[in-house]
């Protein structure tokens, strides 16, 4: 079925999340305050917009209350990235998955309410782990 997810943050993570959502036929808003990250999204997404994710007036003229679905793909602010959670719970967004640089970052994410937090520098490092150590079977 057919989502419609808003991804706020175009930086590695976030792009490539909006990119594969729109490939797979998702509806994307994707939004980050730099033009640049914008314009380079702007084909791999249903609308890429310019706006500042913790100004809770612009998210709502974006119409972000209609969306399902959010990934807070805001790393390093600390700050915007917990606001802009925050903003979209109280917004009515049911699903807000947020990515997170530490384990500091997540506890504060859920305390917000963020529905999902990710740690992609961490979970991929368990991943390939898992993955070397499954090889070993493969070789011997
Ligand atoms: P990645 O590790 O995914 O490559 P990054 O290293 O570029 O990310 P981050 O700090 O995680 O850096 O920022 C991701 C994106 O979020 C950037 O493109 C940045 O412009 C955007 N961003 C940061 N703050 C805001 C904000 N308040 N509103 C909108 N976009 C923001």
């Known amino acids: 079925m057919k989502k419609q997810v808003v991804v706020i943050g175009l930086g590695r993570f976030g792009s490539s999340v909006c990119q594969e959502l729109y490939k797979m036929g998702h509806e994307v808003l994707a939004i980050d305050s730099n033009m640049e990250r ?3 999204n702007r084909d791999h997404s249903s ?4 706006a500042n994710a913790t100004d809770e007036s612009e998210l709502k003229a974006l119409g972000v209350r209609n969306f399902d679905n959010a990934i807070v793909a805001i790393g390093d602010d600390l700050q915007a990235s917990v606001l802009c959670t925050l903003m979209l719970k109280e917004i009515g967004v049911s699903k807000v998955w947020v ?4 384990l500091q970052h997540q506890k504060i994410l859920e305390k917000v ?3 999902r937090v ?4 961490y979970e991929m490092g368990v991943r390939v782990a898992h993955h070397m150590d499954s090889e070993k079977i493969i070789d011997y």
């Open 38 to 40: 914008v314009d380079a």
């Open 47 to 50: 609308h890429a917009v310019i």
């Open 99 to 102: 990515k997170a640089r530490d």
């Open 113 to 115: 309410g963020a529905d």
């Open 118 to 121: 990710i740690q992609p520098e």
